[in-house]
């Protein structure tokens, strides 16, 4: 048998392509006939494959046919619809389709195919008729008119020139192999691959043999996939025009706004995108992405906002000044007039910019001392908006950081202040982007207290004592010459002469300052005190110091150190001594005696004003004394001292005190008795009882003691053994 033949008949190759035909629409009910003859005995096929192709739906039918009466009513069912359709069916029952009758189901099947498929309900003339013209429209160019639908189409020329004419290009007919099984293959796998035409007919059977029916079925799949291009082609069409109507053209496009024109330094310059069509129409909804770059001394970033009516907020901030230019894009493409410019932007120019006020120039510490900045153009014009980065920066006196306050009055204008709680020398900074404006850095100087008015007062400004403190106090005042009344101020106090000092200076945060200072050198001095590197009133001062004395060189004598009485002042002078050995010639030492003892006495201290001190003090019991003498809590030479206190004679006061006598026993003779052991007793009245003491004095003798302390008149009444002696009673006056 010759390449390519073939013993099919025609109506093997008819089963098989209008049961690929039908399988085509029927997998979209995941539904598949293997054999036209068999597959639609139930009806249930028949009736998906009707209800599929045309797009209606079929009265209620048996899903699950088993039976033969259910099978016949299926089949009836589809019959009927195809009648209703108005398709004729000459001599075909249900009966046929159940019992497999191959023809007439071809029959059926084909007549689907011409109303569904290739006639698509057309009447104007015959459908292969039609079919043929058309194809020969479409091959025309490569040069064949084709006659049939059999033996024309056997070489592959027609199919491979009908796949190519659809998609010039897609399959060159003039590359053709020569080989008609293959060039026909090679067709169909084209048009499978790029129109999805589905392979209902083998390139054999095609081929080998033709069979007309089949042919104009798988024809008529190019025929609808050209319509439905044809179509599509259509569709874009008025898809474009549509896309033309609603699209902004970026040649129609164009924008506006004062952002286009001029602006400042960061504020926004705004301007407006308006969207317009193909035909020049402003377009009334948004969607579109417009692209927008500046261009300029910096390159600022433009924020768009789509209103959805067709226009375009937009606006960006230029942070240096000069000439900007603005591009605006749509799609890669420039709209109308960009790009825009050049737009001119000013700002401030950190070299015309000036400050002004107390907290640049100077004036009083407080709360919230106040400064202003105009910002100025490059041409030193005024510039009339806000929105600069201008930035303030302080340092106090002593080189803390202040926190500013700046308000910005969106005129070109910012006003700040800063508190200077401590007084003295500040340093502002106000730069712009980083950069000094006019004269910043700014020195001022913040006062509470001034100089011119405030003033001194103490010994320490006029005079002193080598080793002494020397003070004195600052009286802080303000520029009106009122009393300040809190502290802070920073004076100064400098001290020169024999040698060098650093006084004390405590802040009593009343307004007033404690100064003191002490030197070892005598001599004269100069006082100079300042504020704010400025002198008070009547500053400086020359105080003389003099030398003063040393506790361990200084001494003291005198009787009231030695032999002091109960009865009379005690008197000692202290001699001050210099500490090198030196004694002071003038007075102003504050020596401290204490006397301690029997009693604690408080003794007179008198300065002489010659380096000399009388100290006098009045015991009043005599007894064991300590006197301390002390300067500046230091025993002077020898102290402390110790003296012993002795009783004084009062003579006012001084008289007899005792009396006494003697009795002397004698015998019946005259003579001296020696014996003892007689009661000798003495008994005194007068103006005070008085008892006097008896004793045997062991020789026949006895002595009376007695004292009497009231003046008066008294008897004595004087026995010896119970009997008077001679002369008693005696009379004694005292």
């Known amino acids: 048998m010759a390449e390519g033949t073939s013993d099919k008949t025609w109506i093997d190759v008819q089963k098989k392509t209008f049961t690929r035909w039908s399988n085509n629409f029927l997998s979209e009910r995941i539904l598949k006939i293997d054999d036209l003859s068999t597959d639609l005995h139930d009806g249930v096929a028949l009736i998906n494959l009707l209800e599929i192709i045309s797009a209606k739906q079929l009265p209620k039918y048996n899903k699950k046919a088993k039976m033969l009466p259910q099978k016949l009513e299926n089949n009836g069912i589809a019959l009927r619809f195809i009648k209703s359709e108005g398709l004729k069916l000459v001599n075909m029952g249900p009966e046929d389709i159940v019992d497999g009758n191959l023809k007439l189901i071809l029959g059926l099947i084909w007549t689907l195919i011409l109303r569904y498929q290739i006639q698509k309900g057309g009447d104007e003339g015959s459908p292969k008729w039609e079919l043929l013209e058309w194809v020969r429209r479409q091959v025309a160019p490569y040069g064949l008119k084709p006659d049939n639908f059999t033996t024309d189409w056997q070489d592959g020329r027609v199919l491979t020139a009908l796949t190519d004419s659809l998609k010039p290009g897609v399959l060159p007919y003039d590359q053709r192999s020569g080989n008609a099984l293959h060039d026909t293959q090679t067709a169909m796998d084209t048009a499978e691959k790029e129109y999805e035409i589905p392979k209902i007919l083998d390139a054999a059977d095609l081929v080998n043999t033709p069979d007309e029916l089949s042919t104009m079925t798988y024809v008529s799949y190019f025929r609808d996939w050209d319509s439905d291009d044809n179509k599509r082609r259509r569709d874009a069409a008025e898809a474009e025009r549509l896309r033309r109507l609603k699209t902004a053209d970026p040649s129609q496009c164009y924008a506006f706004g004062p952002g286009l024109e001029a602006g400042s330094t960061n504020n926004s310059c705004p301007f407006t995108i308006q969207a317009v069509n193909y035909f020049g129409d402003k377009l009334p909804t948004g969607g579109d992405d417009f692209q927008v770059t500046i261009a300029g001394p910096d390159s600022p970033k433009c924020y768009i906002k789509d209103n959805a009516n067709g226009t375009y907020d937009c606006s960006y901030v230029p942070k240096a ?163 300040r009344n809190t502290g802070g101020d920073p004076f100064k106090v400098d001290i020169k002469g024999p040698q060098a000092v650093t006084p004390k200076v405590r802040d009593n945060n009343d307004g007033t300052y404690s100064v003191e200072y002490v030197v070892d050198q005598p001599g004269d001095y100069t006082v100079n005190v300042t504020l704010h590197g400025q002198p008070i009133k009547d500053a400086p001062f020359h105080p003389h110091i003099k030398p003063s004395a040393d506790p361990s060189k200084c001494w003291a004598d005198g009787p009231g150190l030695k032999e002091p009485k109960d009865n009379e002042p005690a008197v000692f002078t202290i001699h001050a001594v210099d500490k090198n050995g030196n004694p002071r010639t003038d007075g102003g030492d504050p020596f401290d005696v204490k006397i301690t003892g029997t009693e604690n006495l408080k003794p007179e201290v008198v300065d002489n004003n010659d380096g000399t001190y009388t100290v006098t003090y009045h015991p009043d019991k005599p007894g064991a004394y300590r006197i301390d003498v002390t300067l500046d809590g230091q025993n002077i030479k020898d102290a402390p001292f110790r003296v012993d206190v002795k009783q004084g004679i009062d003579y006012d006061h001084t008289s007899f005190a005792t009396f006494s006598f003697t009795v002397q026993t004698k015998d019946k003779h005259g003579a001296i008795r020696r014996l003892a052991g007689d009661k000798f007793d003495v008994q005194i009245s007068g103006p005070a009882q008085v008892k006097a003491q008896t004793r045997d004095n062991g020789d026949g003798s006895y002595t009376a003691n007695y004292a009497l302390e009231t003046p008066g008149k008294y008897t004595l009444n004087v026995t010896l053994n119970g009997r008077a002696i001679k002369g008693s009673p005696f009379h004694q006056s005292f």
């Open 321 to 483: 000044p000069g000439d900007y230019t603005v591009d605006i894009k749509l799609r890669g493409d420039p709209i109308k007039n960009s790009p825009y410019g050049p737009v001119h932007i000013t700002g401030p120019d950190r070299h015309n910019t000036v400050a002004s006020g107390p907290g640049v120039e100077g004036g009083r510490a407080g709360p919230a001392v106040p400064f202003r900045i105009e910002s100025r153009d490059k041409n030193n014009n005024p510039v009339k908006t806000g929105n600069d980065p201008f930035k303030v920066t302080v340092k106090g006196p002593n080189g803390q950081n202040v926190p500013v306050n700046l308000h910005d009055n969106l005129n070109g204008t910012y006003d700040g202040s800063y508190p200077a709680t401590q007084p003295g020398q500040y340093e502002v900074a106000v730069t712009l982007n980083g950069e000094h404006i006019k004269d910043s850095p700014f020195h001022p100087l913040l006062e509470a207290a001034n100089a011119n008015q405030s003033w001194a007062e103490g010994p320490g400004l006029h005079e002193g004592k080598t080793g002494k403190p020397c003070p004195f106090t600052i009286h802080a005042k303000d520029a009106d010459g009122a009393d």
